[in-house]
């Protein structure tokens, strides 16, 4: 039931868009984004929950398709800052209340 | 205000060897959680524990326990190491926050079991 993200990896230039692909099997009641650097821990970057509401708190957006068990983060304009590897970690229904499932991760890259 | 702050940062065990990592936040937070990083395998939950006195099985428990020892402390422990349990290993935890779970992460202790 872990969720599937795509693709494992991409590489940017400065300035380019990139999105990562959040799939499960299981009907979601949330989908968290995470983005982690190397040697350090994984930091928050936003929460998406069933009904569209979308929470974040920086300036990457990203959509959540429930009857689809689907979400996408959408990263424009990319800054060198933005390399890392993102997780996407879901919350299932019938789960424990704020449990997460994360994905394998995608690894960005970003080159000036 | 320090987060979450995990001891060791790192730790080398032979196999066989017992170990207690810690974990402490200081964000009043009622849940907790222990996950393993492996190389290409993301975020895996061993345990977790909702609130003070409470502690549950997640996907990965085998060969670990753990202590909620009070609101603020979590601690894994590994009774015999075995060279499978190499891995980062990062505390975390989290508050209801509107409508859901954020989670926060402590810096990790990288283990090494030969």
């Known amino acids: 039931q872990q969720p599937v993200q795509s693709p494992q990896a991409v590489i940017l230039r400065e300035g380019e868009d990139a999105v990562i692909n959040c799939s499960s099997s299981?009907?979601?009641?949330?989908v968290h984004w995470y983005r982690q650097k190397h040697g350090e821990a994984p930091v928050f970057l936003m929460i998406l929950l069933k009904g569209g509401e979308q929470k974040g708190h920086e300036k990457i957006s990203a959509s959540f398709n429930e009857k689809k068990q689907q979400s996408s983060l959408y990263l424009t304009a990319s800054q060198l800052s933005y390399s890392g590897t993102y997780f996407c970690g879901t919350e299932n229904y019938g789960g424990s209340q704020g449990n997460l499932i994360f994905g394998k991760g995608t690894k960005l890259s970003v080159k000036p | 205000n320090a987060g979450v702050t995990q001891t060791p940062k790192f730790q080398v065990l032979k196999t066989g060897q017992s170990m207690t990592l810690q974990c402490a936040q200081d964000m009043n937070h009622n849940s907790m959680y222990w996950y393993r990083q492996d190389p290409g395998m993301g975020l895996r939950l061993i345990y977790y524990?909702?609130?003070?006195?409470?502690?549950d099985k997640g996907e990965v428990p085998n060969g670990y326990n753990v202590s909620r020892l009070n609101k603020r402390e979590f601690s894994l422990r590994l009774e015999s190491a075995a060279p499978s349990q190499t891995s980062v290993y990062f505390c975390?935890?989290?508050?209801?926050?509107?409508?859901?779970?954020?989670?926060?992460f402590g810096p990790g202790t990288r283990l090494t079991v030969t």
């Open positions: 975390a935890s989290s508050e209801y926050w509107q409508g859901s779970y954020e989670q926060y």
């Open positions: 524990s909702a609130s003070e006195g409470t502690t």
């Open positions: 299981k009907a979601l009641y949330s």
